[in-house]
């Protein structure tokens, strides 16, 4: 029984993040501006979750998918901002505020991002659906591959009202 129970453990830590739903949340981002997220939404949502290292990866999945498909999906970000001490925090966010001209909203405590189950290091592209369900995901830098599965998934969730 307990080899039963082991596996079951083994298992679940790695289940696909896909057909996971979220709850509801907030976060600011680098601007100090409350976002809020809540579900049902009227589009799909392409989130993309990483911390400093993964970060790197982030622009050509973010321009790839903008380019397919412009304004008929959202793409947000968040950063996993957690490993940076309070102290730090106004000072990290005034340099981020520097870089990015868009809103990536800061994960200070790590909460939202570990609903994700994310992998840290590299980047974290997720296909959410109207309800707030992970219906794709994936890591890494994009390449031909991987963005026609994530291009599947996101017309699958724009298809399915």
């Not at 049902?40 to 970060?55: C, F, L, N, Q, R």
């Not at 940076?84 to 966010?93: A, D, G, L, V």
């Not at 707030?132 to 399915?160: C, E, F, W």
Request: proline residues 4%; positive net charge; aromatic residues 10%.
């Amino acid at each position: 029984m307990k080899s039963v129970v082991v596996a079951w453990l083994i298992f679940l830590s790695f289940a696909p993040a896909e057909d996971r739903s979220l709850s509801e949340f907030e976060l600011t981002d680098q601007n100090a501006q409350t976002r809020h997220y809540q579900f049902p939404k009227e589009k799909i949502t392409v989130m993309t979750v990483a911390d400093h290292k993964g970060s790197d990866q982030l622009t050509p999945w973010i321009q790839c998918l903008y380019d397919r498909y412009g304004k008929t999906i959202d793409i947000d970000g968040i950063a996993d901002v957690s490993m940076i001490p309070t102290p730090f925090q106004n000072f990290f966010r005034n340099e981020f505020r520097k870089k990015l001209t868009r809103s990536v909203m800061l994960d200070w405590g790590g909460s939202v991002v570990r609903q994700f189950g994310y992998e840290k290091g590299i980047a974290n592209i997720y296909v959410i659906d109207r309800g707030g369900r992970i219906v794709k995901q994936r890591s890494g830098a994009v390449s031909d591959t991987a963005l026609k599965d994530m291009a599947a998934g996101i017309d699958q969730a724009i298809k399915n009202p």
